[in-house]
């Protein structure tokens, strides 16, 4: 189905994480029906890099005495292949062995289609090798902004389908993993990057773009791209 942003499922998931029922909105969702997804893990259905990290997740809910709300942002598959971003929120519900969670996905945006994602692919590589060049040209104090690099590497990793950690960042901007952390931090404060585990920063932590700077960068290739078809070069 078309979905747009904003589209709502739910699911209800026992203590061993699994589901137990869902409505049409969450069907509709993963794109798989009731009969199939009812008794599998719940976290089955993130991402395979978030798996751990959705199944943590709803451990933390089921443990927490205060039974607040807990909320978080994952990657989700679908039957057909695709992964979309959703916000999820999940609260407990009941007492005892009658308690259960109640999860509620919410669809954030729908993302580029794969021949646009190839070409903004090649666009972040275009713009990485560009300020490497004015680096080495003109120096790292006149050429080069950090945070924009941070976001077009971590950008071509989602489009790769890989990760890259907060040395690796460190080493491909060229500066000291203190002062890349630094940068990171100042993304994630911004709600442009997330760490893909829970915990402090450190080196080897997986750094992602957010659903927001996901689609903003997106949203910035796609009017590129219109302008790079309309412009028109003089003789």
């Keep these: 189905m078309p979905f747009r942003s904003g589209h709502i499922g739910h699911a209800l998931i026992n203590r061993r994480r699994d589901i137990v029922d869902i409505d049409d909105g969450y069907e509709a969702l993963v794109g798989v029906g009731r009969d199939a997804v009812i008794g599998r893990p719940a976290s089955e259905f993130a991402h395979p890099t978030e798996r751990l990290i959705a199944d943590a997740f709803l451990q933390t809910a089921w443990r927490d005495p205060g039974q607040k709300t807990h909320r978080g942002t994952l990657r989700c598959m679908q039957a057909d292949g695709g992964v979309v971003w959703i916000n999820v929120s999940v609260s407990r519900l009941g007492q005892g062995d ?61 489009a790769e389908a890989s990760s890259v950690t907060a040395a690796e960042l460190a080493k491909r901007i060229s500066t000291s993993q203190a002062l890349a952390n630094r940068w990171i931090l100042a993304l994630i404060d911004a709600g442009f990057a997330e760490m893909e585990a829970p915990g402090a920063l450190g080196p080897q932590t997986p750094i992602r773009l957010s659903p927001l700077a996901l689609s903003q960068i997106e949203a910035l290739f796609s009017s590129l791209g219109s302008e790079l078809k309309g412009m028109r070069v003089p003789a």
């Design 98 to 158: 009658a308690a259960v969670l109640v999860l509620s996905a919410r669809l954030l945006c729908r993302h580029a289609e794969t021949e646009s994602v190839h070409s903004y692919w090649r666009m972040a590589r275009m713009f990485l090798q560009a300020v490497s060049g004015s680096k080495r040209a003109f120096g790292p104090a006149l050429a080069g902004n950090p945070a924009c690099e941070i976001l077009l590497i971590a950008y071509l990793a989602e």
